[in-house]
């Protein structure tokens, strides 16, 4: 432990020095007497910090109560003074996985705020601040799972009891399984479980000497499998949503394109029906043109009957047809009338040249 700065020493020993050079014999003396008081200074007085309180032991025994104000402090030359932290203190626990009620493994997060105010039973039983962390890390940590464990995933998580959350319209309604727009109720909370480990471990660090100030979650997050598993929940619940909507979409679209083929229909048939009409008395007026130009004499009477029944004909037998009709029927007459063509007469044929006698023939020939 310093106990005077460097500027300090600096000055004592130019002093000494010009003690020593002006003074001879006597300031050798003096020279060893200030050599003295600042070995007795070093051995026998200590400095206390505002920040700092202090046991003193010997021979690793505590002696008398702990020094916790400021200034400068007598010990004994057999005295060691020990320094404990005054102020508060902070904890950073570990990401531990560990498993809910309801078997959801999370990573769970922890800080919490502490300080020593027993410092003769903190010294007895943890002595250094290293032993103290290590204690905390046991305790807090082994509450926190505890407490984790009891409690479903919901409690842990959420901390407001009647809370409602904004839910678009269009999605709620389009929810089929209902659970968009609602919430689970919860018994107790995320703040309770915080009270609940802060209690509990506050009266087993009692017996260190610690007092806990407060403990809280500094972050909750999902396992790996349990992570894949919500997001693959959230996109099928996003998935019957669009197929919602998507089913609405085509109900819309049947129905539309059903209006639509109906009118359709209805334009059709008024359209058919108008060609239907007009056709029918292009037809008449046709007829009735025909009749007035076939109908002022017998033979251009005569003649209309014969071209339409030919043109009957050439629509009858046209193809692969084969058409059965009664001798007396007004449609074979025409037929019957038809004479079959006789005929060609066969030319003769040219005359064989007539036969010689063998003999005669041989009576040529000797003579040729």
């Given amino acids: 432990m310093r106990l005077v700065s460097n500027k300090e020493a600096k000055l004592n020993k130019i002093l000494i020095y010009s ?18 008081a600042l070995v007795a200074a070093k051995f026998c007085f ?51 996985e560990m498993p809910t009620k309801d078997k959801t493994y999370i990573k769970v997060d ?15 039983k943890l002595r250094t601040e290293n032993s103290a962390i290590s204690r905390l890390d046991d305790i807090l940590d082994s509450e926190t799972r505890n407490s984790i464990a009891k409690n479903n995933l ?17 999605i709620a309604e389009a929810d089929i399984t209902g659970k968009i727009g609602t919430l689970p109720p919860i018994r107790r909370g995320r703040t309770e479980l915080e009270k609940e480990i802060f209690q509990t471990s506050k009266e087993k660090l009692k017996e260190f000497g610690i007092e806990l100030l407060d403990i809280r979650f500094k972050r909750i997050n999902y396992n790996e499998k349990v992570r894949r598993r919500i997001y693959e929940q959230m996109i099928s ?15 819309e679209a049947a129905k539309i394109l059903g209006s ?47 071209v339409r029944t030919m043109d009957l004909y050439e629509q009858m037998m046209s193809g692969d047809s084969t058409v059965v009709l009664s001798t007396d029927s007004d449609m074979f007459k ?3 009338s038809v004479k ?5 007469a066969a030319k003769p044929k040219p005359a064989a040249p007539a036969k010689r006698p063998a003999a005669a023939r041989s009576n040529a020939e000797l003579a040729r």
């Avoid at 505002?50 to 400068?72: K, Y």
């Fill in 19 to 36: 003690v020593m050079k002006n003074s001879g014999t006597f300031g050798c003396l003096f020279l060893a007497l200030i050599l003295c």
């Fill in 237 to 251: 619940e996003r998935q019957q949503i669009a197929e919602r909507f998507r089913s609405e979409g085509a109900g």
């Fill in 260 to 306: 639509m083929e109906k009118d359709l229909a209805e334009i059709e048939s008024a359209a058919y029906k108008a060609s239907e009409t007009i056709k029918g008395e292009a037809d008449a007026k046709a007829t009735e043109i025909y009749a007035e130009a076939y109908g002022r004499t017998d033979e251009a009477a005569e003649f209309y009957e014969f």
């Fill in 110 to 124: 922890t800080y919490a705020r502490w300080r020593i105010v027993d410092v003769v039973t903190y010294f007895q």
């Fill in 154 to 170: 919901i409690e842990v998580i959420r901390s407001t009891k009647d809370r409602k959350p904004a839910v678009d319209g269009d």
């Fill in 340 to 344: 079959p063509e006789a005929p060609a």
């Fill in 334 to 336: 025409y037929l019957k």
């Fill in 46 to 96: 200590y400095v206390v910090d505002e920040r700092e309180q202090f046991l003193v032991t010997r021979f690793g025994e505590v002696q008398g109560e702990p020094v916790t104000t400021a200034g400068l402090h007598f010990k004994t030359p057999l005295d060691k003074p020990h320094s404990f932290p005054k102020q508060i203190l902070e904890w950073d626990g570990r990401a531990t």
